[in-house]
């Protein structure tokens, strides 16, 4: 059984430019979501994505914007990169919509100078 | 507005004695808690759950407990061990409208030979 791989696992980019961070979904899983994990913070909710639809979004502007592809693995970009965009961005799976376990990845820990 | 606290930033316990880690929440809704526990540089991994239907849950030396009433929840760890030494997030979610999880700042343990 393949785990939930990210990549990649650090990056530095300036304020202003553009990233984007990929998944693999861990195998039969067919739901993604994305995590936000500031500094001493927990993971904040960013948007989920089931069978290639986003289906549920928290509290994040829209130049942070996702993808699921038929294999259903990830991609979450982020546009006009600000200073606080640094963190690391986290990627679980989980099989269908249940909100119970999630699996998560090593995360890619995001560097915005 | 953080439905999820963890007010406890770090915990230290000696090894071998019961380390509890708490947890409030404000949303009633909540139906589904869970315990995620972390070290450096990897993802949350799953520890341990409790369904509101429940007050307690217990997994070998994890023992979650569950006040409704009081919207609070606990974990116990018993006995404590060096490896169990990370940071523990306490979540929780609406299983019944398959909502997101939502996390706590997470507590970390240390745990003194």
């Known amino acids: 059984e393949t785990g939930v791989t990210q990549s990649p696992t650090h990056l530095i980019k300036t304020r202003g430019q553009q990233v984007t961070l990929r998944c693999s979904s861990q195998?039969?899983?067919?739901?993604v979501s994305w995590y936000q994990q500031a500094l001493g913070q927990g993971p904040q909710f960013i948007f989920q994505?089931?069978?290639?639809?986003?289906?549920g979004r928290g509290n994040f502007p829209p130049r942070f914007s996702g993808l699921q592809f038929p294999n259903y693995s990830s991609e979450l970009n982020v546009n006009a990169l600000e200073l606080d965009d640094s963190a690391l961005y986290l990627c679980?799976?989980?099989?269908?919509?249940?909100?119970?376990?999630?699996?998560f990845g090593e995360g890619s820990r995001l560097t915005v100078l | 507005d953080q439905q999820v606290k963890q007010n406890s930033p770090s915990l230290s316990v000696q090894e071998g004695r019961i380390s509890i880690l708490n947890c409030d929440y404000t949303?009633?809704?909540?139906?589904?808690f869970l315990w995620y526990k972390k070290y450096p540089a990897e993802g949350p991994t799953f520890l341990i759950s409790?369904?509101?239907?429940?007050d307690k849950n217990e997994d070998g030396r994890f023992t979650v407990f569950l006040n409704k009433s009081a919207k609070h929840l606990s974990l116990h760890i018993v006995p404590s061990q060096p490896g169990d030494s990370a940071v523990y997030f306490c979540?929780?979610?609406?299983?019944?409208?398959?909502?997101?999880?939502?996390f706590g700042k997470g507590t970390r343990l240390h745990i003194l030979p």
């Open positions: 679980a799976s989980s099989l269908g919509l249940a909100s119970g376990e999630l699996f």
């Open positions: 195998s039969g899983h067919n739901t």
């Open positions: 994505y089931y069978r290639e639809e986003e289906n």
């Open positions: 949303n009633s809704m909540f139906d589904y």
């Open positions: 409790i369904s509101s239907i429940k």
């Open positions: 979540a929780a979610s609406r299983m019944n409208r398959d909502d997101k999880i939502i």
